[in-house]
Every structure is written in C-alpha cells, then in structure tokens.
C-alpha cells in the first residue's frame, strides 16, 4: 500500500526556519518525481515545489522561490521541504504528492500544517 | 504563467448533470493535460479524471472530463449526482516549469 507521511509542522514566528519531511512507503520511492502542495486555511490548492526523481531537476513556485528549497534522500525514502524566511501568508497545510503513470497527483499524504506567526 | 479560473460554486440536485468550467488564462488548454481533483471536506485531495479524459480505476463512469479549444476551457461533467459527490473539485494544468491549480469550485448537491 502506497503511503505518503509528512511530519514537521508547527508554529513558527516569522522569518523562522522549518524542515518538513514525507516519508514514503509501499512503492519504489526512487523511480517518482515528488511535489509539494499547500492549502491555506479555507482556501484552495497551491502547488509549492517539484522534484524529478533522482533530485536533479527541481523547480518553484514564485512566491517560494529563493526562501523554500525541496530535496530527497533515496535511500531513506524520503522527501523534503526546508523552509526559510517564513512569513504569515506561508500559513498553510502542505502534502506532499507522488506523480503517478497518468502525471496527476495520484497520492497525497495527509498533510502537515505550518502556522506562521508570532 | 497562466491562471486556471473556475467557478466558485455550483449547486444541483441529486440525479441531475453539472457541470464545472476550468478556464485557461494564456497558452492553449490543449498544451499540457488537465487533471481534476476532489478533495472532501478534512480530506487530502484524489484524482477524478487525469490526462483531460482518464478516469482513475475506481472512479465511476458519471465523472467525465473534456477540453474545448474555441473557449481555451476544460470541464469536468458528473451525472446522476449523489450527496456523496458534495465536494471540492480542483482543475490542474502545468506548462514548462510550473504547475497550476484552479481556484476550485464547490459543489453542493441539494
């Protein structure tokens, strides 16, 4: 069974630090580019950041770029998410996501909230 | 970079069609596929139709998609609405470097 754990997430005042993690499971976290998705409180999806599988190739969203930087660690099937310079509008739920067969989203995690403020 | 604009909610009743625009702001909706997403209230996101037209195994057949190049829009199409299908919905495109959402569009199925 594919699973997708993020954990990180807590309150931090801003211009703070924080690392987030996804742990992967049930399938072969190597071969699967990876995302970042947030989800401020009540409002919508925003996508974040992209990985390609082997951590070459990345790319950001403008309002991360420079402040957020996404890595992985194969062998210990893991993706990550530090975040530097945070401000309050950063505020948000973010999952992580596998990019399936198809290019959709096709497992997301269960999201870990981040809450800037002081 | 482009927009994807959706409506902010629509409402129907249940056995009855609706359907959700998704609307491309520049560059042509037939460029990269469109995804769509639903994602219930306290829940992550699922897919319900990727590559304009796939349906995922597991969703039913009353979840379509399509795009139409004159409006530069895709749409998603549910029939035979249940209450089970009052939702958030997400449509989902990408150009060259980045990946964009729509708004999302809520439906209430009343």
């Known amino acids: 069974e594919v699973q997708l754990v993020e954990s990180g997430g807590g309150l931090v005042q801003p211009g703070g630090s924080l690392r987030l993690s996804c742990a992967a499971s049930g399938f072969t976290f190597s071969s699967y580019w990876m995302h970042w998705v947030r989800q401020a409180p009540g409002k919508g999806l925003v996508w974040v950041s992209r990985i390609n599988s082997d951590g070459s190739s990345t790319s950001y969203a403008d309002s991360v770029k420079g402040r957020f930087t996404i890595s992985r660690d194969n062998a210990k099937n893991t993706l990550y998410l530090q975040m530097n310079s945070l401000r309050a509008e950063d505020t948000a739920v973010y999952y992580c996501?596998?990019?399936?067969?198809?290019?959709?989203?096709?497992?997301w995690g269960q999201g870990t909230l981040v809450t800037v403020s002081s | 970079n482009f927009m994807l604009t959706q409506p902010h909610s629509v409402s129907e009743s249940p056995g009855k069609t609706v359907t959700i625009s998704c609307t491309r702001s520049s560059g042509s909706i037939a460029s990269n596929y469109v995804q769509w997403y639903q994602q219930r209230p306290g829940s992550s996101p699922t897919t319900v139709i990727y590559?304009?037209?796939?349906?995922p195994s597991g969703v039913p057949d009353r979840f379509s998609g399509s795009i139409d190049s004159s409006s530069n829009s895709a749409s998603l199409t549910i029939s035979g609405l249940k209450t089970e299908d009052e939702a958030d919905y997400y449509c989902q495109s990408y150009d060259s470097s980045n990946q964009v959402f729509g708004g999302g569009t809520k439906l209430t199925v009343l």
């Open positions: 996501a596998r990019v399936g067969p198809g290019g959709d989203l096709d497992y």
């Open positions: 590559e304009d037209n796939q349906r």
